[in-house]
């Protein structure tokens, strides 16, 4: 083996080391160590004639080992290896020794401190005895790179790196780029708009052919090292889809649900689905689903016409009733109506109803629509008609006042007929009073009224050319099935028998009508059961109702069945009249015969079976028959063509007559049935003419599924929700009720409805609740509530960590009271405030809407304060006095700012600071002690008292203001701690994360390839951030321009003889080095050297011994702790 | 014009007697906003301690003697300067060299307190004279626990009766309980804060050898002073023994249910939060808890409860002087007890009960509200 001969270089560093340890003493003694040729001292071993020395006696000594002792190896040890490679030696023949910062740094004792020297140069010498040259090897860099965070910082640097046709990635977590700056309204000190300068950045980098934007995404795993780094990138499911999307925002329109905007601070709302503002890029939809819903809206799914009762009912959850009303009104004409008459199949199919009890959603509806009405809110505005072609509709019963509804909506002028004096169908003259007062009945129709709908009353329609040629386009027929249907048995012409929808027409039109003190009323729907209870509030004591089948069979609204009998009317179930009985012409009973059940028939009604010899008698002085109606054809147009039932024939899709442009719903195709199933017929006519008009196909169907809970989901639910019983409400005294025509079902208060709306399942969940209202509104077809989360991986070179802040939650201070005073506003609430296009569009207002006639502006809130954060938040002097400005250019109120240090430094800076006390800012200097309400004098009252020491006059002050801005530090995002974990960096104690060297490396970190820009790294005002982020690009682009790296020499090497394959070197290595393989026979573990950073972690887990690592062998480690423990 | 020169002496005087903390202090003014002064008087914390950073304290000022130790400076500052250090440092530099006044109240306390080892002045073999017809055992090692009432309960008529209710309540849940004999000193706590160092030093040094021989093991206290000094400045003299102060005993022994309360007391009842058991020691919830366990009391709170009450103005050695009318914190407190409808004001502190019985009685308030130490009222609704 040659021989070795070693040089040791000792280093003055000034007087760093040389005022502490004796160079001289120690050189002399280094010479004495074995195969030590030549020690030296000099005063600057890192100038050029300092690492000439090196060179010079490799070449003329013949030295083959070089000791540096000096300052810390992260100083100084690359510069000495090169020093040795250029003196031709291999670089990893050198040692450095630390005799600054481990010796003269550290002791004052000058004698013990060369003594210290000694040994430590000892002991290098000792181990560079054992070094071997090390081959260095480079791999190619990746050059794309990955930027983390969309603020300012992030932007600027994917800019810099992408013009210069170098790939980017930029990673956003919210839906938008722009971080914070976005939020700003104007930048200190030249009061740029802050939308103004970045917007165009945000639209380059959107655009950008070389940046790929993520947004919505978050980084979760980073693996590899400098140049080869490979990441995981959640892409959070937005459940819209991003190339379908076009940003009309009808989404957000159309949402029910409202929650606090996040951009704009909670001082504006937005929709679940949302974009958070208008200059957002990318610029497209992001729904806010956090959770599945626990119920199948089977209520929306149920109701004919689809209305959205998750929304309504949730809206009045939160007690937002106008917008519940709004809700209602999008699908329905009639709300006030529906939320008495309708029989209400949501409720019947209501998922609730499978836990306990199902929602009271008629309730609701009626309560929203009254509280609205109560309030005089509801006021229609006319709508403008953009459209030529008229409409005629004929009949303004439910049917065409549906169709009339939505066809003006679209624009069409629409004109409706009325035979009778009044609008309203069986509305008016077919349901009693009681069940609907005549008031919500106007006020319903005149809602159409005022939107524009003409409504002609005493108008009969007998021929259809004769309105096509008064211009109508088009016809919709609503005529409904307005004629009784007979018995057909004896006795029916007597004197006191009555059809039920004469009866009823005459009781409403207000003809009085004379019944004895006994009625029998035959049916079982709805009809006879107004019929029953009109009777007996017409002073008849017995009233007998008289139906066929059983209770379960009867079509009256159950809740009516038993308030029927509430009311006193019997029911004699399973009968059927056999013939009017009669004295004179005159009714005395009916002689009924019961009935049994039979088997089911086709459509699944059980057929009955009168029983032989069962007739009985029911005494009656009246009859009323309720059986059934049917369409009066007389009161038809000519021309049409009619069904074997007796209704009109339509096409089943379009609801087209046979006569072309003529259209008919409601009872008169179907028979008699729902106001709800008139409505939904009236509002699919509407659509037909629509499409008719605008010579289009129509498109067919709409709504789901009623779908029920499995028994898994129900016993979940129970679980979760437990039990809670329908929120029942009074009614009017009984023997009141049946002595007059009040309305009879009582509303809801406002605690009432809000608990009961707080039982429906699916507005017990936060955020979207996929009601679906978006996914029907969105032409693009771009909602999908089933997306799920991606996982991408990406692989970059190149790193750019650009978090951003979060800003300081005051709340935290009691005596500064954010939160409990409504005038308290923290920095970027002030921002949002003052923005043209923010919630008072620019227009600084308090709580109340008056306009602030003093403010004032607090400084260091959470900065400077050991008790929050230490650290000066560097931008809060001067946003204070930008906000002192806006203050008196926008509100001319007085300012006063309370500030403790005024900080000013930048460029512009001071000359701001010089112009605000020339605008007449008051600037007082003390830290505010307290904000408080309580006033002690006249002129304080109603204001906030801002209280403080002048510390400059030594007095207290007590200052009354009517808003009061908290400047609120800017601190390390809440999940800097895991951002740091994924990205290999480190953060100081306040949570910022921690550059590699204050001054000289600033937007570097330990990890290679990793940077760091912008205030993740602290806080900084805009030029800095973007300074920082341009370093971090030319960092990059430094990098990407060399193209290789340089790999680590150290590293570790296996010993394949002795190594037994455990795997537990794979196991503990962040860089996946080790790899366990079969090599000729036996499992050996074998190392990447690529991706070996030399750590040793794998070295040292090693059972066997089998890993070392290159430059940190055994012999090299034991030499020098050897040589230490000697003593010199 | 007077011109100011620093006066590095002086502060080096302070810096010695405990006075290191105000180096930090960088006049933002907080602790001038924030001390209970500034509402009946000016009193300029800040200015205080720039003079003493300068050398510039005015010894013979009554400002010297005016803080009240309340902490709710200390308790925001952002520089986490321990005021009340300073301010105990100032005092010891005058009580000590003599370079100021000290009040005249205050210098017949200190003298009663090194002479007979109570501010009161009262004979030391009376100390135990409160117990009277109670049974209660002497001290003696082996004792559960030491009760130890603090001066005033021991010796004030009008408070002896906070000190009976707690051995009522003890001998009811038969705690195993002892009082130490009269050889027993006050605390010394707010001598020490009044700047008697030397006085402080003995009356710890003899308190601790008799705990020691008496193998006292765990106290309860009565008074917070007592509790703040023996937990927390005891130990540095070696004093090492468990301090409990007795809102926290008779709160675990509800919450075990050995002690039951049954008998209802009606009335509106409001908390007054000492600052030696809130601020200085972040006992909040137990006195609370202990009055909503009493049946039919209705417990409201101060405008400034908690962290931000009021001290009562008996701090820092201020409980041995005069304050003039108009600027006395238990006035301002008896005042907006009214104005919410309190029936009782209830204490856990012996100074505080002085302060607010006299502020009742010169106010004209006796017939109308009461003041009682949770004890007595725990005692009434056994």
Known sequence: MKEIRIGVYICHCGLNIAGTVNVEEVAKYAETLPNVVVARHYRYMCSDPGQDLIKSDIKKLSINRVVVASCSPRMHELTFRKAVEDGGLNPYLYEHANIREHCSWVHDDRKLATNKAKDLIRAAVRRVYHHEPLVIKEAPLNPNVLVVGGGIAGMQAALDIANGQNKVYLVEREPSIGGHMIQLDRTFPTLDCSECILTPKMSDVGHHPFIELLSLSEVEEVSGSIGNFKVKVRRKARYVNESKCVGCGICEEKCPRRTDSEFEMGLAKRGMAYIPFAQA????????????????????????????????????????????????????????????????????????????????????????????????????????ITKEEKVAIVGSGPAGLACAYELIRQGYPVTIFEAAPEPGGLLRYGIPEYRLPRKVLSSDISYMKDMGVEIKTNTTVRNLDEIFRQGYKAIFLGNGAGSSQKMGIPGEDSHGVLYVLDFLRQVNSGVEVRLGPKVAIIGGGNAAADAARVARRLGVDEVTVVYRRTRAEMPAIPSEVEQMEQEGVKIQFLSVPVEVLSRGNRVTGIKCARVEMGEPDARGRRRIRLVQGSEFTIDADNVIMAIGQSVDKSMLPEGLVFTDLGTLDVDPVTLQTNVDGVFAGGDVVSGPSDVILAIAEGKKAARSIDAYLREEELSTGEGGQVEKLSEEEIAKLKEQFGSRKRVEHSKPDLAKRVRDFEEVEQAYSIEEAQQEAERCLASAIEGCFQCGECKEACEAGAINYDQTDQIVELEVGVIIVATGYDQFDPSVIPQYCYKKYDNVLTGLEFERI??????????????????????????????????????????????????????????????????????????????????????????????????????????????LIVISEDTLLGKMVRVPVDMVILCSALEARSDAENVARIFTINR????????????????????????????????????????????????????????????????????????????????????????VAARNGTMVSTINETLCKGCGGCAVVCPTGAISIKHFTQDEILAQVAALTEGS | MEVLSPYKEATDIILEAGGEPLKLCYQCGLCTGICPWNVVRSFLV?????????????????????????????????????????????????????????????????????????????????????????????????????????????????????????????????????????????????????????????????????????????????????????????????????????????????????????????????????????????????????????PGLRLVEFPDARENGLCCGGGGGRIWMDTPKGERFSDMRVEQAAARGADIIALACPYCFLNYRDSVLSMGKAETMQVKDIAELVAEAI
Not at chain 1, 316 to 324: M, V, W
């Open chain 1, 281 to 384: 890029i990318p610029h497209i939809a992001t729904i806010d689903k956090r959770e599945e819903r626990p119920c199948k809206a089977a209520c929306r799914a149920a109701c004919p016409i689809h209305m959205n009762v998750l929304g309504y009912v949730s809206l009045i959850k939160e007690g937002r009733f106008k917008e519940a009303y709004e809700v209602i009104r999008r699908t329905n004409p009639l709300p006030a109506i529906c939320g008495r008459v309708c029989y209400a199949p949501c409720q019947q199919a209501c998922n609730r109803g499978q836990v306990d009890e199902s929602i009271a959603i008629r309730e609701l509806k009626r309560f929203a629509a009254d509280y609205e009405r109560n309030a005089s809110r509801i006021k229609a505005r006319p709508v403008e």
């Open chain 1, 988 to 1075: 100081r104690a306040d949570g910022f994360f921690l550059e590699r060297h204050v001054k000289l490396d600033p937007v570097a970190t330990p990890t290679d390839g990793v940077f760091i820009a912008g205030c993740c790294e602290g806080p900084r005002d805009i030029p800095d951030t973007v300074a920082q982020a341009e370093a971090t690009a030319a960092k990059a682009l430094s990098l990407i321009s060399k193209g290789t790296v340089t790999l680590e020499a150290a590293v570790s090497t296996v010993d394949e003889a002795i190594c037994h394959g455990c795997g537990r070197c794979e196991e503990v290595c962040t860089f996946h080095a080790p790899k």
């Open chain 2, 46 to 294: 800040r200015r205080i301690m720039h003079e003493a950073q300068l050398g510039a304290v005015d010894f013979g000022s009554e400002d010297v003697w005016t803080c009240v130790t309340c902490r709710a400076c200390v308790q925001r500052c952002p520089r986490g300067v321990e005021i009340i250090d300073v301010m105990r440092a100032i005092r010891r530099a005058v009580a000590s060299m003599g370079i100021g006044i000290v009040p005249d109240a205050l210098r017949i306390s200190a003298k009663n307190i090194a002479g007979v080892g109570n501010p009161l002045g009262e004979a030391p073999e009376k100390r135990n004279d409160w117990v009277k017809d109670l049974k209660v055992k002497d001290f003696a090692s082996g004792t559960g626990i030491l009760y130890f009432p603090c001066c005033v309960p021991s010796y004030d008529p009008d408070v002896k009766t906070v000190a009976r209710s707690v051995a009522t309540i003890f001998n009811k849940v038969k705690i195993d309980y002892g009082i130490i004999s009269t050889e027993a000193k006050c605390c010394g706590e707010a001598i020490r804060k009044a700047g008697h160092e030397d006085t402080y030093q003995s009356l710890a040094q003899s308190n601790i050898n008799l705990f020691a021989r008496s193998g006292v093991k765990t106290v309860v206290v009565s008074s917070p002073h007592c509790y703040h000094t023996f937990k927390k400045e005891y130990p540095e003299l070696g004093g090492k023994f468990e301090v409990i102060h007795v809102t926290q005993c008779l709160a675990s022994l509800i919450e075990e249910g050995k002690l039951k309360l049954s008998r209802r007391i009606d009335k509106k009842v409001i908390y007054s939060d000492p600052c030696y058991l809130g601020r200085h020691n972040d006992i909040y919830d137990e006195p609370r808890r202990i009055l909503q366990s009493i």
């Open chain 1, 834 to 943: 003052t923005c043209a296009a923010g919630p008072t569009e620019g227009k600084i207002l308090l709580n109340d809407g008056r306009v602030p006639q003093s403010v004032a502006i607090v400084h260091c809130v959470g900065s400077r304060d050991q008790n929050y954060h230490e650290y000066c938040s560097r931008v809060c002097c001067m946003y204070g006095l930008k906000y002192a400005h806006l203050t008196k250019e926008i509100a001319k109120a007085d300012v006063y700012e309370f500030y403790i240090d005024m900080r000013c430094f930048g460029e512009g800076y001071e000359e701001f600071y010089k112009r605000l006390s020339e605008e007449g800012v008051n600037f007082i200097r003390g830290k505010v002690a307290k904000i408080t309400d309580e006033a002690l004098t006249d002129e304080e009252k109603g204001k």
